[in-house]
C-alpha cells in the first residue's frame, strides 16, 4: 500500500518517518476556517479529513493518505497560528498559568473511505512573565505554531506537565496513525 502525507508541516514528517513505513508528501492548501457553531473538536477533525481528502486528489488512485490538525483550545477558545506578535502576545498571556488542551486529529483516506482520530491532550502551562512571553517571539518558534508554542522546543520549559499524548501536541500521534494505517491494510486484505 503506498502511503502519502498530505502535509507541509516538518515536524509531521519527521514523526511520520518514525513509523519506518516509506511515504512521499503532497501538501494540498486548504483554507482553516472554524464555521459558527462548530467545535473545536469538530473542526480540527474535518480539517484533518479535508487534509487528507485533498492530498488523495494530489495522489494516485491507490493510494493511503494522511492529513492531520492541531489547534490549541484555552477557555474554549480555539487558539490557531498566531497572526503577528500582538497576536502570539494575547495568546501566551491566555496560556499562562493555566491547562489548555491541544488538540489534534489524524485522518487517513483510503479507497473512497476516510477515518478519523481524535487526540486530545491537557497541557499545564506555568506563570509567564512579559519578559518571558517576549524573549519566546524573539526565537523564532512560535510563528508556525497552533497556539504560539512548540512543547518540542523552547517552550519546553514552560510546560508542567501533561495528561495524554505528547507526540499528538507536537502534531502526529503515532499510535492512532499507526492504528489507522494497519486498518487500511486490512481492508485491502479483505477485498
Ligand atoms: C501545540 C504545538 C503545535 N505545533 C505545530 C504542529 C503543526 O505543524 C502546527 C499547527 O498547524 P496545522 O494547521 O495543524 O498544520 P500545518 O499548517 O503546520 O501543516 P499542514 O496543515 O500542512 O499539515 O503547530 C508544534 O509543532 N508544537 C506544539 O507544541
Known sequence: MQLVLASGSPRRFELLQLLDRPFSVVKPNIEEQQQAGETAEAYVSRLAVEKAQAGAKLSSVEAAVIGSDTVVVCEQQVLEKPVNQADYTSMMHKLSGRSHHALTAVALHYNGATNVALVSTMVHFKELSAAEIDAYWQ???????????GIQGRAAKFVRHIEGSYLAVVGLPLYETEQLIQAAEQSQNEC
Open 139 to 149: 526565537t523564532g518558534e512560535p510563528k508556525d505554531k497552533a497556539g504560539g508554542y
